[in-house]
């Protein structure tokens, strides 16, 4: 079977697409939440929807976040930082919605899985980007954290795969890194 390297985003592409976002509004002030938290932890979408406040605590200055019963039925833990955590809180605070859920419709309801991926893809055209989809930003962040540890077993444990051959499609080397290595000093 073929596979099939993941795309990514780059730095400026994920910039671009957090400003799509006025966050006057709390429906788009929360999808813009979602997005950035899927892009500095790799959390899956149905993780995202089911996240409640309760999940988060405070772990040495930076705040962890416990997955419950992810993909494959298995727990892990990811961290924000302070500045993150206050982001998710304030949301919920400026907009006057009072909910177990971290992220919820007006009417504290859960965000169906649908409207986020169209969401995503109708934020991703309007700044030129057709290719994307939700899982890609769990690509990019996974792909940022082996560029920086080049750990194959912290993608893994990050990841919550259970195979490293799942996590292995994160060692792609970016377009970046090949052009900084062929034209380096003589």
């Given at each position: ?10 730095k ?8 799509q976002?006025?966050?006057r ?13 899927s892009?500095?932890t ?9 996240l ?16 419950k ?7 892990r833990?990811v961290?924000?930082s ?8 304030e949301?919920?605070?400026?907009h006057?919605?009072i909910?177990?859920?971290v ?8 965000v169906k899985?649908s ?9 991703g ?10 899982h ?15 750990d ?9 795969h259970?195979?490293i051959a ?5 060692t792609?080397t970016s ?12």
């Amino acid at each position: 079977m073929k596979r099939v390297l993941p795309e990514v985003l780059t730095k400026q592409e994920q910039r671009d697409l957090l400003a799509q976002f006025n966050t006057r509004y709390f429906t788009s002030h929360r999808n813009m939440l979602m997005i950035k938290l899927s892009l500095v932890t790799g959390m899956r979408i149905s993780e995202i929807i089911n996240l409640r406040f309760r999940d988060i605590t405070p772990s040495d200055g930076v705040f962890k976040i416990h997955i419950k019963n992810g993909k494959g039925h298995k727990d892990r833990m990811v961290f924000i930082s302070p500045v993150m955590y206050n982001d998710l809180y304030e949301l919920h605070e400026k907009h006057d919605i009072i909910s177990t859920l971290v992220f919820c419709t007006t009417k504290k309801k859960p965000v169906k899985d649908s409207y986020i991926r169209k969401m995503i893809k109708e934020k991703g055209k309007k700044i030129g980007l057709d290719r994307i989809h939700f899982h890609l930003l769990r690509h990019t962040y996974l792909t940022r954290v082996y560029d920086k540890t080049k750990d194959i077993r912290v993608v893994q444990d990050i990841a919550g795969h259970s195979s490293i051959a799942t996590t292995m499609i994160y060692t792609h080397t970016s377009g970046a890194a090949i052009k900084e290595a062929m034209i380096g000093d003589l």
